[in-house]
């Protein structure tokens, strides 16, 4: 079809949507590349998103020679439980080393592999670099410098929410541990990337006694499973006016983890472009983080549903950060005190100066904590991408920006051995973050 779209002067057209079909049809990614680049391109991303999703690390304070396997744990949801809810130094320090050791180093040289063989099709589709191909989506040569003057802006508040933080991480786990003047070590922070804080939240509260939105131990009272989560959030959406979720999604949607396999639990939504199969891939658990991600992942279907009369090619956001924009947007709608006691899961509102600040600290520990590195990750990537540093230097750029942004450190030492990168979901995915 690229061949074809091709054999017409497409930048020349008048009309404006079919010169964007065209230029969409044109754009071939991967494909570009010979047959055996092909194979080995996918062949790469297969091998590393298995590192990903089979690896099991040591249990804390367990042996794990041959033949031990029962003492190795999953990322989701018991590694992810750990760093959520333990408070001991040195758990939390024995799982983020092994995830980032046994996942990353194994993958390391087809990593570099990869940007290789990814950045030759970007060129064979007309640009520089992977980077560029990614930012070209956005429609604006000005983008890489509209993010960084967006997190320029944000940062006086990220810096005090990462001081405050720092603050009460010394005094729980000590000044010899946490460094009052330095960055914060990247295991102490929630989750194994130190992406959100929110799980903290117990220990950073800042009116104890005062209202603190989180409804999972009424979840767990009133009995809610997996289904029951995917059921208020489709009457949510029905609701107010949107969709409800069509019969193919509710017989072929992973909600919960499979006991019969191994696979990669970070949810997300899938349109199989047959305008009624859309479906949810998720490992559910019992918390009020998992009711509105459902919520969010919910919102790429209604978007799906909407637009899937539309051609293929205008099936997906406006931009790439479109759909995310959407399911943010609902989900910060569906944390409000207001929308969760109407539906049963907060006895009453408190309508008072403490319990609005202990309610906005905790969206700041989730959503501004995480500005910074969800904009680090690309980042990193496309100056990779673009030759800005080598391939040698993986790991070192990897922590200068991660210290930069962020204000935090590895747990331990790291060398050019390490692929700590990898350790993150998107990077063997090659799923940009940006959005």
Known sequence: MAAEANAFEWNTFEDELMKREFKMIADIGYASLDEAGVIEINTLLSQMGTIYSTTKVCKFGLSCEAGADNNRVAFDPDITNVLAKSRNYYELLHYWRSWHDDVGIPMREDYIKFVELSNAAAVLNGYNNTGEYWRSAYETESFRDDIESLMQQVKPLYDELHAYTRDRLAKWYGTDKVDLKGPIPAHLLGNMWAQQWDNLYDMLEPYPGAQAVDVTDAMVEQEYDALKIFQVSEEFFTSIGFHAMPEEFW??????????????????????????????????????SWLSTTHHEMGHVEYFLYYKDQPVKFRNGANPGFHEAIGDTIGLSVETPAHLNKIGLLDKVEDNEEADINFLMKKALDKIAFLPFGYMIDQWRWDLFDGTFSSDEMNEKWWDVRCKYQGIQPAVERTEENFDPGAKFHIPNNTPYIR
């Open 251 to 288: 017989n072929h949607s992973m909600i919960v983890k499979p006991t019969d396999r191994e696979v990669v639990c970070y949810a997300s939504a899938w349109d199989f472009y047959n305008k009624k199969d859309f479906r949810i891939k998720q490992c559910t658990d019992i918390t009020m």
